[in-house]
């Protein structure tokens, strides 16, 4: 095993264990604002690592460039997707 | 390793879709079905077939999703609370025993499948070089069994007649009221940052698509995202259903697909046949056409029936 | 093994019926609603121009008709091929196609404010998508595009059920997509089962296969379920009543006469075509059975039904029970060819008579209903002094329902009558006899309303053009005609049977 | 039984049987119409999971699958996704029309036509 296969298994299992994270928090913390938070880690850095770690095996150049755009784009969308539901929750909450 | 994968790619898949059976929650079970299709997705990626793949995950997982989010909204405004499943045994059992029966003979037969597999692998690749392409779908999509692929175009023609058919009298012609009555600013910011890069990925979609995984198909629904996220924001309105440029859109994809299909009949082999020398360019060109269409028809298929009355 | 196709002169003919209506369909989207019955009628016209070629070349050649497209032999491409029984299936249709057409001009005509509205564009946009997957059905070789014949007819019909808006056409035309769709679904997975097991879905060369596994079973048993379930034979009827009597009368016409046609065919060619001779006879029992249920069952139905479009709906389930009980008649499955027998010519004469005469008596049905503003029976007395050609029509079209010399129904029922006989199939004999006679408990009494004086005349809502009640009246009358018909036609049906590649010696 | 070596392309035939019978349980069962329209896409998943099954057993010539198959999938899913959307438009119109999500509740056609 190499140094970048290496670098792509801590950096891999690292992110899947921020999915994990992020999923248990999405099922065990109490409120929307908090269940949120959780997601959005596992989302970000998960997704992050995972990225970064597939990265030394991609063999060209537009490869990695093509990743780093999933990412940017996931972040984009789950941002916004947060936003959304963030503010949604705030809405609710003064009625109830 | 990855059999141990698949298995549990294939337990999930099984658990969502029997909560989305039994659960009482409609929104909770339509969740459940989404993200049932982006796993889907992932299994037909385990089958190797990534043109599947990216068609499932954006249709099965993506557009599907939407159009049950909106009916459930829908139906919570204007229907009775929908029914959960009869506990009554009665009621139930007998079919379920059937469903097990049927579920049972197929994995017979899965099993039972003859060995070496039959396929037409060496053929559509001998054949692949009179088509030019290098994707054999894509050479099964739209030379081989081109016939299919056209005359899908015209079920989702139809069926877009068909939904359009439902709307009141008045409003027939008019626009679908895709706006909501509060645009909240993030989801502006998104269809304003989002729609380019769509729309690369989906001409680099139909471009690659002649050589690798990609094609019409997952192009079209890529565009029709796109154009459906512009519309929820509020940024361009909903298309009359009477205009003269939407619908030579709509039909340009297939109508071309026709006309090229008669050509060869006087230049080529015959009907849907392509003349070698230029087969390459007339199926990229149809592929270009039938992906506007395609997106076109998914997004307005997604509007529903038009519900405002047109204006001239 | 002979397992190539070779194109006929005069197979782009088959092209052209298929791909004639769906270009019309995209004509008509581009060139909007003013349009779109110029467009529709110009292509009736060409389509049975099409048809007579069709019928005149196979009639010339004595061979059946085929082409390959895109030049792609099965198993990679798909054939086209029409022997003599397609070619009937695609000149009624044609025939029904135009007549609905020159019906459906004048009776959109009646009302200005619908004629270029949701109602007429969507109906002739509908129609057109209707007649390509029609003739798709009929013409194609491959089970995977069999399907989206399929397709394009659940997509053209259910709309059609509920175009006139109302809550109750809405539920029926669901419940329709629900029983059409499942239909649908379970024949793609059998396809699916057929590739798995044979690697290729080209009819021929299924049938040519030397052994067959538990995949062939399994896959007709659930294909052909799916397709009852669009055939809407007993008990999976349900469906039909409401979206049938539901639609306007002009689409009524079309859905009963022709639509359910198709599924009804395409279980014809699994069974008489692919499925070995073992699962064949089986296969034939079991829809016997159920064809014969169907017949008793519907008709008692459409006995107690108080609406008149819900009885001539009711009549449909019953009549297209009659082909099912073709199977054990003409020796489906027993080693001999089915086609030459008199129950096959039998049962092409009842789908032929009973598509024209179901026709006329929807047109018949909806013309009463235009112009008094209801269909309950009790209340139609006295309906014939109205618009006078409705009940000669219904009673002709009745004829060839209940098996009344001289009409075509007459010579269908007798010859499988005689089939019956013949064959000792005492209770498909009994249960033809007594298909007849409910048949004449439910026509007898709408006849009787007809007749009648009532004790104060109908209202008129609005008058009816002469024009829009010939049209059915000669259909009624075509389907009795059919009844003079020398026999000798019906030898086309044996054109093109067997398929070459299935005479391979045992 | 080890005859029968499970392999992945087994494993997800075995995957669309069951996921068939579980969509047509759902459409044969459920009162709620929207769900049964969620059950024909479960039966349809299924469908095509045994078309997946049988492309990736004829992987040949470098393939990794018979090409076949999966173009026919793709038609079969963009196909169910316009039957899945004229579904629910005549779904939202009976809601509209009858304030009613089922079909139970419908009365057989009684007015006149």
Redesign the interface.
């Known amino acids: 095993m190499g140094l970048a296969d290496a670098f792509t298994l801590i950096c891999v299992v690292a992110g899947a264990v921020l999915f994990l994270a992020g999923t248990l928090g999405l099922l065990r913390f109490p409120d929307t604002l908090s269940r949120l938070h959780a997601l959005s880690k596992a989302d970000n850095l998960g997704l992050g690592l995972i990225v970064l770690g597939l990265m030394p095996q991609q063999a060209s150049l537009m490869g990695g460039a093509k990743l780093v755009c999933i990412w940017l784009l996931a972040q984009l969308s789950a941002a916004t997707a947060s936003q959304l539901i963030a503010g949604i929750a705030a809405r609710r909450k003064p009625q109830a | 390793m990855s059999l141990v994968f698949d298995m549990a790619l294939v337990a999930g898949l099984i658990a969502l879709a029997l909560h989305v059976v039994v659960t009482r929650d409609g929104r909770g079970a339509i969740l459940a079905f989404m993200a049932f299709g982006l796993l889907l997705g992932i299994g037909w990626a385990r089958l190797a077939s990534v043109d599947v793949a990216l068609t499932e995950a954006a249709i099965g997982g993506g557009l599907t999703g939407m159009l049950l989010l909106r009916a459930q909204a829908h139906l919570v405004r204007h229907a009775a609370h929908p029914a959960a499943l009869p506990t009554d045994r009665r009621r139930w059992l007998v079919p379920a025993l059937s469903c097990g029966l049927v579920t049972l003979a197929l994995a017979a037969v899965v099993l039972a499948f003859p060995r070496p597999a039959p396929s037409l692998a060496h053929q559509a690749v001998a054949s692949l070089e009179a088509t030019g392409l290098g994707n054999p779908v894509t050479a099964v999509l739209l030379a081989y069994r081109a016939i299919d692929t056209l005359l899908e175009k015209i079920v989702l023609i139809l069926a877009l007649v068909g939904v359009w058919s439902l709307s009141r009298d008045a409003a027939w012609g008019g626009a679908s009221q895709l706006r909501p009555a509060i645009i909240p600013e993030p989801l502006v910011f998104l269809a304003r940052v989002m729609p380019p890069f769509g729309v690369l990925i989906a001409v680099y979609q139909v471009w690659v698509g002649a050589d690798l995984p990609g094609g019409t198909f997952q192009a079209g629904t890529i565009l029709a995202a796109m154009a459906l996220l512009v519309m929820l924001a509020g940024l361009r309105l909903a298309p009359q259903t009477q205009s003269r440029a939407l619908r030579l859109m709509l039909a340009g994809g297939p109508a071309l697909f026709v006309l090229v299909g008669f050509l060869g009949v006087a230049v080529a082999q015959g009907f849907l046949s392509y003349p070698e020398a230029i087969a390459k360019p007339l199926i990229v060109g149809i592929e270009a056409a039938l992906t506007l269409s395609i997106a076109g028809t998914l997004a307005l298929l997604v509007a529903g029936p038009p519900d405002r009355a047109p204006e001239p | 093994m002979t397992s190539a196709y070779a194109a006929t002169p005069g197979g782009l003919l088959l092209v052209l019926a298929v791909m004639l209506p769906a270009a019309a369909v995209l004509a008509m989207l581009v060139l909007g609603p003013r349009r779109t019955r110029v467009v529709a009628l110009a292509t009736l016209a060409l389509g049975l121009v099409v048809a007579l070629a069709i019928g005149l070349e196979l009639v010339r050649s004595g061979t059946a008709l085929i082409y390959v497209l895109g030049n792609w032999q099965p198993p990679l491409g798909i054939a086209l091929r029409a022997d003599g029984l397609s070619v009937m299936m695609l000149a009624v249709t044609a025939v029904v196609m135009a007549a609905t057409g020159l019906f459906a001009r004048d009776l959109f005509g009646l009302d200005l404010a619908t004629a270029d509205g949701r109602l007429g564009t969507s109906f002739w946009t509908l129609l057109m998508g209707l007649w390509s997957g029609l003739n798709l059905v009929f013409v194609s070789q491959d089970l995977f595009n069999l399907y989206v014949a399929l397709e394009l007819l659940t997509f053209a019909a259910v709309p059609l059920v509920c175009l006139d808006g109302r809550g109750e056409t809405m539920a029926a035309a669901l419940r329709y997509l629900m029983f059409a769709l499942l239909g649908s679904m379970l024949y793609l997975l059998g396809a699916g089962l057929l590739y798995g097991a044979y690697g290729t879905l080209d009819i021929r060369l299924i049938a040519s296969a030397s052994q067959h596994g538990p995949a062939m079973a399994i896959a007709l048993a659930l294909m052909i379920p799916g397709l009852l379930a669009k055939a809407a034979l007993f008990p999976l009827h349900l469906w039909l009543p409401p979206a049938h009597a539901g639609a306007p009368a002009a689409a009524s016409a079309v859905l009963s006469a022709l639509v359910i046609k198709a599924p009804v065919f395409l279980i014809l060619r699994l069974v008489a075509d692919i499925a070995p001779p073992g699962s064949a006879a089986v296969a034939g029992q079991v829809l016997a059975v159920l064809g014969a249920a169907s017949i008793l069952f519907c008709s008692i139905m459409a006995l107690r039904q108080e609406r008149l479009k819900l009885m001539i709906a009711y009549s449909t389930v019953a009549q297209i029970g009659y082909l099912f009980i073709v199977f054990p008649l003409a020796g489906v499955g027993d080693g001999t060819a089915p086609w030459g027998t008199i129950a096959w010519t039998g049962g092409a004469l009842q789908l032929t008579s009973h598509a024209l005469a179901k026709a006329a008596m929807f047109m018949a049905a909806g013309i009463v209903a235009e112009a008094v503003g209801h269909d309950r029976i009790r209340d139609l007395g006295g309906f014939g002094r109205a618009p006078p050609l409705p009940p000669p029509t219904f009673g002709w079209a009745g004829l060839s329902l209940m098996g009344i010399p001289p009409s075509g129904g007459f010579i269908a029922k007798c010859l499988l009558l005689t089939a019956a006989a013949i064959g000792g199939h005492l209770w498909l004999a009994l249960t033809i006899l007594a298909g007849g006679l409910l048949a004449g408990g439910y026509v007898f009494p709408v006849m009787d309303r007809a007749l009648a004086t009532p004790a104060e005349p109908l209202l008129l809502r609005k008058p009816i053009p002469l024009r829009l009640e010939l049209v059915p009246l000669v259909l009624a009358v075509l389907a009795v005609a059919l009844g003079f018909l020398p026999l000798a036609p019906f030898g086309l049906l044996q054109i093109g049977r067997p398929d070459i590649a299935l005479a391979v010696s045992p | 039984m080890s005859a029968?070596a499970?392999t992945?392309?087994?494993?997800?035939?075995?995957?669309?049987?069951?996921?068939?019978?579980?969509?047509?349980?759902?459409?044969?069962?459920?009162?709620?119409?929207?769900?049964?329209?969620?059950?024909?896409?479960?039966?349809?998943?299924g469908?095509?999971?045994?078309?997946?099954?049988?492309?990736?057993?004829?992987?040949?010539?470098?393939?990794?699958?018979?090409?076949?198959?999966?173009?026919?999938?793709?038609?079969?899913?963009?196909?169910a996704?316009?039957?899945?959307?004229?579904?629910?438009?005549?779904?939202?119109?009976?809601?509209?029309?009858?304030?009613?999500?089922?079909?139970e509740?419908?009365?057989?056609?009684?007015?006149?036509?």
């Open positions: 029968i499970l992945s392309a087994s494993l997800f035939g075995l995957c669309g049987a069951a996921l068939v019978g579980i969509g047509l349980f759902c459409i044969l069962t459920h009162p709620d119409l929207l769900r049964r329209i969620i059950g024909f896409n479960i039966l349809g998943a469908i095509f999971l045994v078309f997946g099954a049988v492309a990736r057993r004829g992987a040949a010539m470098g393939l990794s699958g018979d090409p076949v198959p999966q173009a026919m999938v793709i038609t079969g899913i963009v196909v996704f316009a039957a899945t959307a004229l579904a629910i438009a005549l779904l939202r119109r009976l809601a509209s029309l009858t304030g009613s999500a089922t079909l509740a419908a009365t057989p056609p009684r007015s006149e036509t």
